[in-house]
T-cell receptor
Framework: DVKVTQSSRYLVKRTGEKVFLECVQD?????MFWYRQDPGLGLRLIYF???????EKGDIPEGYSVSREKKERFSLILESASTNQTSMYLC???????????FGPGTRLTVL | GQSLEQPSEVTAVEGAIVQINCTYQ??????LSWYQQHDGGAPTFLSY????GLEETGRFSSFLSRSDSYGYLLLQELQMKDSASYFC???????????FGAGTRLAVHP
C-alpha cells in the first residue's frame, strides 16, 4: 500500500513564526502536492513538484514556499505565519501525471 | 476563471441510488476524477474519466460528457458507510494538476 505521512496531525503556531510542514511518501512517486482545505472551498493547490528540486506554483502560492531535496520528501514552508493560514493542510503524491493521487492524513494548523 | 460546481449537500436513505453532479469550466481538460473523504479522514480516489461515457466500479459509477462539461458520480445500494464528502476534480494540465470542487456532503439515513 502507498503510504503518505505528514509530520504532525495538529500544530499551533503564533503569528510571524516560520512553520515547516513535512510530507513523506514511500512509493517512489514522481509527483507531490500540497493543498489546503477550508470549509466550503474544497481543496486548493498551493504548490506541486514533479521531480527532485523542481516545483511549480499552484493556485494559491502566496505566503508559502516549498522544498524537495529528496524524491520521497516534500516540505511546505510558511515563511511568516498569519492567522489566515489557519487551515487543514493535505499532502498528496502520484506515480505520474496520469494516475490517482494518494493523500496523507493532513495537518490541522492553527495560527494564533 | 476556472470553476467546478457541485451540490453542497445530498441526503438519501439506505439502499437508494444517489447521483452527484459536477459541471466544470476550466482552461484545460484532461479528465474528471472523484474522491471520497470521510470526516477526519484523507481523500481517497474513486474514479477517473478521460473519455465520454460511463465507468463502473462496483456500486459506484462515474459518467463524463466532455461536450457538456459535465459529469456525475452514481452511488447505488447506498450504505451508511457511504456518508462522506465527495469531490469532483478536473485534471487541467500536465503533471497531474487537479482543480477540486467544493465538495458534496452525502448523508445516508436508515
Amino acid at each position: 500500500d502507498v503510504k503518505v505521512t505528514q509530520s504532525s496531525r495538529y500544530l499551533v503556531k503564533r503569528t510571524g513564526e516560520k512553520v515547516f510542514l513535512e510530507c513523506v511518501q514511500d512509493m517512489d512517486h514522481e509527483n507531490m502536492f500540497w493543498y489546503r482545505q477550508d470549509p466550503g472551498l474544497g481543496l486548493r493547490l498551493i504548490y506541486f513538484s514533479y521531480d527532485v528540486k523542481m516545483k511549480e506554483k499552484g493556485d494559491i502560492p502566496e505566503g508559502y514556499s516549498v522544498s524537495r531535496e529528496k524524491k520521497e520528501r516534500f516540505s511546505l514552508i510558511l515563511e511568516s505565519a498569519s492567522t489566515n493560514q489557519t487551515s487543514m493542510y493535505l499532502c498528496a503524491s502520484s506515480l505520474n501525471r496520469d494516475t490517482e493521487q494518494f493523500f496523507g492524513p493532513g495537518t490541522r494548523l492553527t495560527v494564533l | 476563471g476556472q470553476s467546478l460546481e457541485q451540490p453542497s449537500e445530498v441526503t438519501a436513505v439506505e439502499g437508494a441510488i444517489v447521483q452527484i453532479n459536477c459541471t466544470y469550466q476550466t482552461s484545460g481538460f484532461y479528465g474528471l476524477s472523484w474522491y471520497q473523504q470521510h470526516d477526519g479522514g484523507a481523500p481517497t480516489f474513486l474514479s477517473y474519466n478521460a473519455l465520454d461515457g460511463l465507468e463502473e466500479t462496483g456500486r459506484f459509477s462515474s459518467f463524463l460528457s466532455r461536450s457538456d462539461s459535465y459529469g456525475y458520480l452514481l452511488l447505488q445500494e447506498l450504505q451508511m458507510k457511504d456518508s462522506a464528502s465527495y469531490f469532483c476534480a478536473v485534471r487541467s494540465g500536465g503533471y497531474n494538476k487537479l482543480i477540486f470542487g467544493a465538495g458534496t456532503r452525502l448523508a445516508v439515513h436508515p
